[in-house]
Each structure stands twice: as C-alpha cells, then as structure tokens.
C-alpha cells in the first residue's frame, strides 16, 4: 500500500493522523513480518501504551495493522504510558519498543511542523530507526 493510501487510512479509522498511530501500525506490521503471522486471528497483542493520548494512539495503529481488536479480545493494554507492545503467536512471543531517541525526535518533529508532518516522517524510517525489538519463546 502506498504511504497516503496507508496514513488515509489511519487517519480514517482513528479520527485524525498522528505519529503515535503510525507507530502502532509500523509495529504492527513488523510483528506480522518477523512471526509470519497472518492478520485478524493469529495473534494477541499485549501492549503497554495505556488508554490515555498520545501514547495509546498506538493502539489504535495495532488494530489497523494486525485486525486485532478489543472486541474479539485478542489485544489488551495495561497503563503504562509506554510506547511498547508484546505480540504472542503461540509459544512465540515477539516484543516491540520505540527507540526512545526516536520518541525524543517525535516530540521535536510535532512542535516544529505538526502531527501530519510528523506521522508521515514517522512513517518513513526504516524498522531499526523506529524500534528494537526481541524474539522469544514462551516455553
């Protein structure tokens, strides 16, 4: 998909288009990569960006990304405020972070040119500019 046909998208279903959103959808994404997962019902998702904005607008990227949803019950957020989110496919579990340099940089690019310029520029960096993360199995 197309990066305007993408952030239309998120824009769309979370009601306006910010990094933090964009983050939950790279993070979706990447999960769906490295596990080989496929959407809707292969995975649950853990995340820790709570349910107060801007962090747990990463949530809502999740969603999008993976068809994860608070209605099937396949992804659950706890309140923690921290742009994170562990994802499970059977006894594998792959757990996600924003690089804090990058969340820094996020917070500069939002006062300097906005939340679209921002989501979009967020968009565009490669996984190990946004993340690192760490593949492990449950048993």
């Known amino acids: 998909m197309r990066l305007n046909e993408t952030l239309a998208r998120l824009e769309e279903f979370h009601g306006h288009l910010g990094p933090y959103v964009v983050v939950g959808y790279r993070m979706g994404e990447l999960a769906l990569r490295l596990l080989g997962a496929k ?74 040119d906005g939340e679209r310029t921002a989501a979009a520029r967020v968009y565009g960096l490669e996984d190990d500019e946004l993340f690192q993360w760490e593949l492990t199995d449950t048993e």
């Open 39 to 112: 959407k809707y019902f292969e995975l649950k998702v853990a995340s820790k960006a709570g349910t107060t904005p801007p962090v747990s607008c990463m949530n809502d990227g999740i969603q999008l990304a993976t068809g994860c949803t608070y209605g099937k019950g396949n992804i659950k957020a706890t309140e923690e405020g921290v742009p994170e989110a562990a994802f499970i496919q059977g006894d594998r579990r792959l757990k996600i972070a924003l690089l804090p340099s990058t969340q820094a940089a996020m917070g500069e690019w939002l006062r300097q």
